[in-house]
């Protein structure tokens, strides 16, 4: 990422769950569960990383959240939520770049995720990050019947 971003990456922390909460209820029409979020906080194979504002003023409070599994040679992109006043600053992109620098780390070699066909805006970003359609998943969002496109991104070898 070109330029220093104005937030920092963190593990998420149970205290996060009611932030992360109101931004899911803000971003999504069928916003992930507390307990779903709990259930991968305790999973081995699931990270989850905040990005917060630095700065005495209000250090520490939540922009954005990333959840992604790390599953041998992958990273595979389960939730990106990036609070409504934080919008358009870059916080999703650097999310997903801070997912790719932690699989890396890890050994991975690639990165994949589904994306609602009619999310314009998101497929919009992982196409500038890098990300190429590999395939659908029919009526994947089954509460709308929507489709789901699938995405990749493989990795520079170093």
Known sequence: MKGAAPFRFRPVVETDLPRIMEIEAAGFLHPWSEALLRA?????????RAAVVPGPEDGGRILGYIIFWLV???????????????????????LM??????GRAKGAR??????RRSNAPAIALYRSLGYREVGVRPRYYAEED???IVMTLEFDPR
């Open 40 to 48: 991968e906080m305790g999973h081995a194979w699931s990270v989850q």
């Open 72 to 94: 041998h040679d992958e990273v595979h992109v389960l939730n990106v939520g990036t609070a409504p006043e934080a919008r358009r600053r870059g916080v999703a992109r650097a």
């Open 97 to 102: 770049d801070e997912a790719v620098a932690v």
């Open 110 to 115: 690639l990165s994949t995720l589904e994306v």
């Open 146 to 148: 929507e489709d789901a």
